[in-house]
């Protein structure tokens, strides 16, 4: 419900505020040019026109952001206020569901039951949205004209416009950094308290080494399984063994292309092949999983049978191979461009001591270029980690504890989607379970950024 209402009115009450702020801009803007007609103004007119844009805007803004986070859950309580007594004598998970088939009869859902009192709940509804939707149009339009009228009355010559006008972009960067930390805390506390949860009721040391992955619970307590596994090392395994290959493929052929385009190429050869590279960045990755499920590993498969191997329909070594061509870009876009911001200083003084340009390449420029290059292969790292699509359809599902390339594998995070998807009870050991495989795997980004981060202070001290 809470999806639905409040947001269509919000959104509209939002664009005439906006509106309203584009002509208190100018009328400010007008007004700033005309005390300068008899003064020295201390600000630019263009500063008057944001002072009164940003006050005719900012008030009402929070007004209606308020009203879009809690305009559901007001129109449910005076819902339920003008209910018949034998509705609210219902116990309350009946009283919330009767609340909920009125909402989705109201919004275009589909409620589980229908009757008289569900239709007049949901009509009643609609009056609500409606007059709660006109008031707070109305609000934000006088609080946005009594903005208006109040920065107006401040308009001096005197006036520090620009100080205010800077002190607010200050305010909303300040909010932005304040929201993404929050955010982040956010992530990582939901991880935590959820692994917590799993970890309360399973052994953290089974989870970690344990060696047998079947998550499947049963219904009753007779059926084979019915505690499930949990041991995640066939996980881990596959999730290393693909992103080894992957990473095989990709550092070798994203540094290398990346130090021929900066270093060695023509414009014109650059000019070309840099931007094919990059379209590899933009291909989806169920494009690349159909390329490895119909080509790659029929051919892995075929390669293998050739050579007398046993090679599995669906391989580590198909996800990985493709895997690392997905991430080429990654490696070979970002160091090509710390390659190039290298000062050419550091190459003439090479040259200037005799080394050749394989020798300044190997000697001075990679090394001086080593943080970005980190940072790029953290990056293919990260996506080697996190990617999803191409295992599953590449690598398989089954939790196989092999180091052979040529077997069927899984991954962390095709576990995870497994887990989450389909009809599942949020509370059970399956569900938690998929926290805390998220939460070993945000631990190992973390340690893999700690790491990068060590190496970029040590060169970037030693070049800078």
Same mark, same amino acid.
Request: glycine share 10%; proline share 5%; hydrophobic share 55%.
């Given at each position: 419900?809470?999806?639905?209402?409040?947001?269509?009115?919000?959104?509209?009450?939002?664009?005439?505020?906006?509106?309203?702020?584009?002509?208190?801009?100018?009328?400010?803007?007008?007004?700033?040019?005309?005390?300068?007609?008899?003064?020295?103004?201390?600000?630019?007119?263009?500063?008057?026109?944001?002072?009164?844009?940003?006050?005719?805007?900012?008030?009402?803004?929070?007004?209606?952001?308020?009203?879009?986070?809690?305009?559901?859950?007001?129109?449910?309580?005076?819902?339920?206020?003008?209910?018949?007594?034998?509705?609210?004598?219902?116990?309350?998970?009946?009283?919330?569901?009767?609340?909920?088939?009125?909402?989705?009869?109201?919004?275009?859902?589909?409620?589980?039951?229908?009757?008289?009192?569900?239709?007049?709940?949901?009509?009643?509804?609609? &009056?609500?949205?409606?007059?709660?939707?006109?008031?707070?149009?109305?609000?934000?339009?006088?609080?946005?004209?009594?903005?208006?009228?109040?920065?107006?009355?401040?308009?001096?010559?005197?006036?520090?416009?620009?100080?205010?006008?800077?002190?607010?972009?200050?305010?909303?960067?300040?909010?932005?950094?304040?929201?993404?930390?929050?955010?982040?805390?956010?992530?990582?506390?939901?991880?935590?308290?959820?692994?917590?949860?799993?970890?309360?009721?399973?052994?953290?040391?089974?989870?970690?080494?344990?060696?047998?992955?079947?998550?499947?619970?049963?219904?009753?307590?007779?059926?084979?399984?019915?505690?499930?596994?949990?041991?995640?090392?066939?996980?881990?395994?596959?999730?290393?063994?693909?992103?080894?290959?992957?990473? &095989?493929?990709?550092?070798?052929?994203?540094?290398?292309?990346?130090?021929?385009?900066?270093?060695?190429?023509?414009?014109?050869?650059?000019?070309?092949?840099?931007?094919?590279?990059?379209?590899?960045?933009?291909?989806?990755?169920?494009?690349?999983?159909?390329?490895?499920?119909?080509?790659?590993?029929?051919?892995?498969?075929?390669?293998?049978?050739?050579?007398?191997?046993?090679?599995?329909?669906?391989?580590?070594?198909?996800?990985?191979?493709?895997?690392?061509?997905?991430?080429?870009?990654?490696?070979?876009?970002?160091?090509?461009?710390?390659?190039?911001?290298?000062?050419?200083?550091?190459?003439?003084?090479?040259?200037?001591?005799?080394?050749?340009?394989?020798?300044?390449?190997?000697?001075?420029?990679?090394?001086?270029?080593?943080?970005?290059?980190?940072?790029?292969?953290?990056?293919?790292?990260?996506?080697?980690?996190?990617?999803?699509?191409?295992?599953?359809?590449?690598?398989?599902?089954?939790?196989?504890?092999?180091?052979?390339?040529?077997?069927?594998?899984?991954?962390?995070?095709?576990?995870?989607?497994?887990?989450?998807?389909?009809?599942?009870?949020?509370?059970?050991?399956?569900?938690?379970?998929?926290?805390?495989?998220?939460?070993?795997?945000?631990?190992?980004?973390?340690?893999?950024?700690?790491?990068?981060?060590?190496?970029?202070?040590?060169?970037?001290?030693?070049?800078?």
């Amino acid at each position: 419900m809470g999806a639905i209402a409040g947001w269509p009115a919000g959104w509209m009450a939002a664009i005439l505020v906006v509106l309203a702020a584009a002509v208190a801009w100018r009328a400010g803007h007008a007004r700033a040019l005309a005390l300068a007609g008899g003064t020295h103004l201390h600000s630019l007119p263009g500063y008057h026109g944001w002072y009164v844009a940003l006050w005719s805007a900012g008030p009402a803004l929070v007004l209606v952001l308020l009203y879009g986070l809690f305009g559901a859950r007001l129109q449910t309580n005076l819902l339920y206020q003008v209910q018949p007594a034998d509705i609210k004598a219902l116990p309350l998970e009946q009283v919330w569901q009767f609340l909920d088939d009125a909402a989705a009869l109201a919004y275009g859902g589909v409620p589980s039951s229908t009757g008289p009192q569900v239709e007049q709940a949901a009509q009643t509804l609609l &009056a609500i949205d409606g007059a709660l939707g006109l008031g707070v149009i109305l609000m934000a339009l006088a609080v946005s004209a009594a903005g208006w009228w109040w920065a107006t009355r401040q308009q001096t010559p005197q006036l520090r416009a620009r100080n205010a006008v800077e002190k607010a972009g200050q305010g909303l960067m300040l909010l932005a950094s304040v929201i993404a930390v929050l955010t982040t805390l956010g992530i990582v506390l939901s991880l935590v308290f959820e692994t917590a949860k799993f970890f309360s009721g399973y052994n953290p040391f089974a989870f970690l080494f344990g060696t047998q992955w079947s998550p499947q619970i049963a219904i009753r307590a007779d059926q084979i399984g019915s505690s499930g596994a949990f041991g995640a090392v066939p996980l881990f395994m596959g999730t290393m063994l693909i992103m080894l290959i992957a990473m &095989a493929v990709a550092v070798p052929v994203g540094l290398g292309s990346a130090i021929y385009l900066s270093e060695y190429a023509s414009e014109r050869v650059r000019t070309w092949v840099k931007p094919i590279l990059e379209l590899l960045a933009g291909i989806p990755t169920v494009v690349y999983g159909f390329f490895a499920l119909l080509f790659v590993a029929p051919l892995v498969r075929d390669l293998g049978e050739a050579a007398g191997l046993d090679v599995s329909a669906q391989s580590a070594l198909a996800a990985g191979l493709v895997m690392g061509i997905m991430i080429i870009p990654f490696i070979s876009s970002l160091s090509d461009d710390v390659i190039n911001a290298v000062p050419q200083a550091l190459r003439d003084g090479s040259y200037a001591m005799g080394a050749t340009k394989s020798e300044t390449v190997r000697h001075v420029v990679l090394p001086a270029a080593l943080p970005g290059i980190v940072g790029s292969v953290l990056l293919a790292v990260s996506k080697a980690l996190g990617e999803t699509m191409i295992v599953t359809m590449a690598a398989g599902q089954d939790a196989n504890l092999t180091a052979n390339p040529l077997d069927m594998v899984t991954t962390v995070t095709v576990q995870i989607v497994m887990l989450l998807t389909g009809d599942q009870e949020y509370d059970s050991p399956k569900t938690h379970a998929a926290f805390a495989l998220g939460f070993v795997l945000f631990f190992v980004t973390l340690v893999l950024n700690i790491i990068a981060l060590r190496v970029v202070q040590k060169y970037r001290e030693k070049y800078d």
